[in-house]
Structure formats: structure tokens, C-alpha cells
């Protein structure tokens, strides 16, 4: 398997502009998360999905945020408008809870530099 | 959001010898542990979970975990510069499925 897949894994804008960050889990997994990590604060969940369905955003920082998805092998993480505090390394992450595993394998981040 | 607390480090250890890395939470109904390592500019990469109190052993990694005390850890023996990394204390969210991660502690092993 690819494993989970992120694009871009690099993206520089300006501030009021539009990021659109995307992933593609592994087949088959069931839940699909999407963290950020910075160094002042780490390594926070955003918001997850099971089976395509949204189950916790309390971590999405404002209503700048928002995230989709809209099949099993597509998630998107969008911001609008960005911030330069938005600057940080966003992780989507996927798990097959159906099998009864716990393991979330993370994709390889996009690093995101908002100016 | 639980908190998950672990010391930033850095840990410095020569090699071969064992590094212990520590991590507290809040929590009392986790049920579920693990430990992530990162490597700099990568993702984290599940090492090691525990779900019962004790000592579980898998190649030079043992995690121990004391639910009383709210305590886990992480025991890398005959540390080698190639475990050189950030190692990520991570615990279920609410019962549920998503992880709350403590901040990482720096691990730098010396040849």
C-alpha cells in the first residue's frame, strides 16, 4: 500500500489567501483524522471522520477552518482566509477500526508558511 | 482537552546504555496508550501501545504503564544514535478514537 497520501507537502501564501491542503488514506481504513504541529504547542487534533462522517471538530482553532470529506479515499482540510499564526505542519492521519486495530499511520505532512 | 505531559528534554544518553522517558496524564478513564517517534521533518511512527498496567516488552522497547499513579513510560535499551529523536506520548481522546499527544521528549543518543 502508498500509505496515506498529502498534498501539497509544501505550500507558501499570503495572508488572506485561500489553502486548500489534501488527503488520500489508506484503503480501507475506516477513520481519517487531521492534526497540526507546531513547536509552541505541539501536536493538536483538528477533527476526525469514520466513515466519511465527522465526529469531532472541537479542535478546529475557528470558523477559518472547515474540512470535508466526501468519499472514503478524499479528505480536504481548508482554510479561508489564512493567517500567518496558521504556519505549522498539518498531518492527516488514517486507522482501520473495523479490524480492531489502533495504530493511526500518519501521511507525511504538508508544511504550510503563511507570510 | 486531557492534558499529556512529558519533559521536553533534551535526554542525552551515551550509547548502549538505557534511555527512560516518562509521560503523565490527566485522565483517569484512559484506557489506551502509545508511544509515537519522530524523526526530524517526519511523521510520527507508532513504537509501542500498552492498555494494561505493567511492563510490556517488544525487541529494546518496554512501555510500563501504572494507571493509579497516571504514569507510563518508555525504556529503550542499548540505545543506539540511529533512536535519536522526538518520542510522542499519545492517549485516546474522551474513550473514544482520536489521540491526545503530549509534546514530545528529545531523545539524543551519543556515540
Known amino acids: 500500500d502508498a500509505g496515506v497520501i498529502q498534498s501539497p507537502r509544501h505550500e507558501v501564501t499570503e495572508m488572506g489567501q485561500e489553502v486548500t491542503l489534501r488527503c488520500k488514506p489508506i484503503?480501507?481504513?475506516?477513520?481519517l483524522f487531521w492534526y497540526r504541529q507546531t513547536m509552541m504547542r505541539g501536536l493538536e487534533l483538528l477533527i476526525y471522520?469514520?466513515?466519511?462522517?465527522?465526529?469531532?471538530d472541537s479542535g478546529m482553532p475557528e470558523d477559518r477552518f472547515s474540512a470535508k470529506m466526501p468519499n472514503a479515499s478524499f479528505s480536504t482540510l481548508k482554510i479561508q482566509p489564512s493567517e500567518p499564526r496558521d504556519s505549522a505542519v498539518y498531518f492527516c492521519?488514517?486507522?482501520?477500526?473495523?479490524?480492531?486495530?489502533?495504530?493511526?499511520?500518519f501521511g507525511p505532512g504538508t508544511r504550510l508558511t503563511v507570510l | 482537552q486531557k492534558e499529556v505531559e512529558q519533559n521536553s528534554g533534551p535526554l542525552s544518553v551515551p550509547e548502549g546504555a538505557i534511555a527512560s522517558l516518562n509521560c503523565t496524564y490527566s485522565?483517569?478513564?484512559?484506557?489506551?496508550f502509545f508511544w509515537y517517534r519522530q524523526y526530524s521533518g517526519k511523521s510520527p511512527e507508532l513504537i509501542m501501545s500498552?492498555?494494561?498496567?505493567g511492563d510490556k516488552e517488544d525487541g529494546r522497547f518496554t512501555a510500563q504503564l501504572n494507571k493509579a499513579s497516571q504514569y507510563v513510560s518508555l525504556l529503550i535499551r542499548d540505545s543506539q544514535p540511529s533512536d535519536s529523536a522526538t518520542y510522542l506520548c499519545?492517549?485516546?481522546?474522551?474513550?473514544?478514537?482520536?489521540?491526545?499527544f503530549g509534546k514530545g521528549t528529545s531523545l539524543l543518543v551519543t556515540p
Open positions: 492521519a488514517s486507522s482501520d477500526r473495523t479490524s480492531g486495530g489502533n495504530e493511526q499511520f
Open positions: 484503503s480501507g481504513h475506516d477513520y
Open positions: 471522520f469514520n466513515n466519511n462522517v465527522p465526529i469531532d
Open positions: 485522565d483517569r478513564v484512559s484506557q489506551s
Open positions: 500498552i492498555y494494561s498496567n
Open positions: 499519545a492517549v485516546f481522546i474522551n474513550s473514544g478514537y482520536a489521540l491526545n
